[in-house]
């Protein structure tokens, strides 16, 4: 074999392997995602949006989950986005690790994004589950007098 014919053995070997770890990666953020979407995922110790808002109440904390579902899902297929992009032979290897990486990145936020859009979400609906109390709380001490 000569030389450049093994590094590029080397190189397709590699961008197999990191395919197939974004391909992994994005199936198990799609799974969560659409766990999150179904309203069954319930509060535990080890896993979710585990912020001050979300582990307020019950209600609360599946409003988070059912927002972050989407945002989620999107970033699987960014993840997925990322595999196609690594596989695709008419780039470099050095351009399609830079794209490979770009993305995974933007992946990674979008992840972020979820996480604060979900409390975002606990934190309105205990505002309004504040305010509906306090409505409620005034209109007995109304009746009162």
């Not at 319930?42 to 979300?54: P, S």
């Not at 997925?80 to 695709?88: E, N, P």
Request: aromatic letters at 18%.
């Amino acid at each position: 074999m000569i030389l450049g014919e093994e590094t590029e053995f080397a190189r397709w070997v590699g961008r197999i392997v990191m395919s197939g770890g974004m391909i992994m990666c994005g199936w198990f953020v799609m799974y969560i995602g659409r766990y999150f979407g179904t309203g069954n995922f319930q509060r535990d110790e080890v896993a979710g949006i585990r912020t001050a808002n979300t582990l307020t109440s019950e209600e609360a904390w599946q409003v988070a989950h059912l927002r972050a579902s989407r945002p989620l899902q999107v970033s699987a297929v960014l993840f997925f986005l990322s595999s196609v992009w690594m596989m695709a032979p008419f780039f470099s290897y050095r351009t399609a690790s830079i794209g490979f990486y770009s993305i995974a990145i933007i992946a990674t936020f979008t992840i972020m994004y979820a996480g604060f859009v979900g409390d975002r979400a606990a934190a309105r609906f205990l505002r309004q589950e504040a305010d509906e109390t306090f409505y409620e709380d005034e209109c007995d001490d109304y009746d009162k007098y």
